[in-house]
């Protein structure tokens, strides 16, 4: 892989003890490693602990004071685009996964963004709730996302299953490293002659 390729965070949004998360999580991650155009580093959200946002002014205008979130941010920094691996709690991402959002301005602008969610309906709405956010965020998301609907994620989770037994969400990975590749590298280009 070219030192030059766009580096992805692929987050796990999840910080639940006996979450499902790192399933997902490590087996996008080593769909992406085998790919030599973009760059790919995990990243827990577990190792960023963010108290609740109380900051006096959002990061869009001002920088965070919390020293946990100015590394948060300065991870952020270092990164083209991110694909966030979510669950859906109560119709919506969850909590950290949003707080970690509200954290940072200036790190997300202009770069792509792409979803992988489990739960109920695939975390579709976690996903489309995150995609507006993101928008928000001026990021780009992306069009294609893997939908790990419930009858996948309980075979996973409790009937011994593993991802080979559906090869469609393999499929739906590729669709969302493709969109991320033509995006980041896009993107980034971009950023580098404003």
Do not use: C
């Not at 992805?8 to 979450?19: A, D, K, L, Y």
Request: no cysteine.
């Amino acid at each position: 892989m070219s030192s030059s390729a766009p580096r992805i965070g692929i987050i796990i949004g999840s910080t639940r003890e006996g979450r499902f998360g790192d399933k997902p999580a490590q087996w996008i991650h080593t769909i992406a490693q085998q790919r030599t155009d973009l760059a790919f580093e995990l990243i827990d959200l577990r190792d960023h602990p963010l108290p609740f946002f109380a900051e006096p002014m959002s990061p869009a205008w001002a920088p965070v004071k919390n020293e946990a979130a100015q590394r948060w941010a300065a991870k952020l920094a270092t990164l083209d685009g991110l694909v966030v691996v979510t669950p859906e709690y109560n119709h919506g991402p969850s909590a950290v996964l949003k707080n970690a959002f509200d954290y940072a301005y200036k790190e997300f602008i202009r770069k792509p963004i792409g979803f992988v969610g489990y739960g109920g309906v695939g975390a579709a709405r976690a996903v489309e709730q995150l995609r507006l956010i993101a928008t928000e965020l001026q990021m780009a998301p992306v069009r294609n996302a893997v939908h790990i609907g419930m009858v996948e994620f309980m075979g996973i989770w409790q009937q011994g299953k593993t991802f080979e037994d559906f090869p469609h969400l393999a499929q739906a990975a590729t669709g969302l490293l493709d969109d991320m590749a033509w995006w980041a590298r896009a993107l980034k280009t971009a950023r580098e002659v404003a």
